[in-house]
């Protein structure tokens, strides 16, 4: 069963400042990973998906990789801004049987103070 | 309206209530998902339908019962619900089953 996990839970960070996120999973046979950004009550919006043969992709400041061989993934932002606190939720597709179905970290909350 | 929308977005109902949740897209996909998000846990995906039809249900309790009449439209018909069932549902569509998943804003369910 894949399992998720994201470090740190939470990050404060002062603004400007680069900034990683870490994703984990424990089975490496994934079709993709996707990255989300979740504002406070509201829904997901994507942010960066990485096909399994790909090990990076990038959009403005925030750049993703994927190592699929150690179960490891990294959201890269920055020149962090105020504007960027919200929680980052991770979650990979498998490619087995329910190859629709995508699996969830509990996310990192960022806070990136003024 | 544009992506995918979801009514209401805050619901309060009691233990013996009968309510639906609804969701729409716009974007011409062709799959569609309902997801629970509770206090501290990952999210957890219910229910998928590819093409209208129901592809997969996670053992989902019955009182939770989804309805896709076309691939523009998803209900999640809630009765007899419990307290621990108060989350944010989620509901999500992409082009097809494995492709990237668009979500919508959320209805925040309080059971009392």
């Known amino acids: 069963k894949q399992e998720v996990t994201q470090i740190p839970a939470a990050l404060s960070v002062p603004e400007g400042e680069n900034l990683v996120l870490n994703c984990s999973f424990t089975d490496s046979a994934i079709y993709n990973l996707q990255w989300f950004r979740q504002d406070p009550g509201k829904g997901l919006t994507s942010l960066l998906l990485i096909q399994s043969s790909q090990r990076e992709q990038t959009s403005g400041r925030l750049n993703a990789s994927l190592d699929k061989s150690s179960g490891r993934s990294t959201l890269y932002i920055a020149a962090s801004q105020p504007g960027d606190s919200a929680t980052y939720l991770c979650a990979v597709r498998g490619t087995q049987g329910g190859s629709e179905k995508l699996v969830f970290g509990k996310g990192t909350k960022l806070t990136v103070n003024p | 309206e544009t992506g995918v929308t979801q009514t209401p977005r805050h619901l309060v109902m009691g233990m013996t209530n009968k309510k639906s949740l609804k969701c729409e897209q716009h974007?011409?996909?062709?799959?569609m998902y309902w997801y629970k998000q509770s206090a501290k846990k990952p999210l957890e995906l219910m229910f998928v339908?590819?093409?209208?039809?129901?592809?997969e249900n996670n053992s989902v309790p019955s009182r939770f019962s989804p309805e896709c009449p076309n691939s523009s439209h998803l209900f999640l018909h809630l009765h007899t619900l419990q307290p621990e069932d108060s989350a944010l549902y989620l509901c999500a569509s992409s082009q097809e089953a494995e492709d990237e998943q668009y979500f919508g804003p959320g209805t925040r369910l309080t059971v009392t």
């Open positions: 339908y590819s093409l209208e039809e129901r592809v």
């Open positions: 974007l011409g996909h062709n799959a």
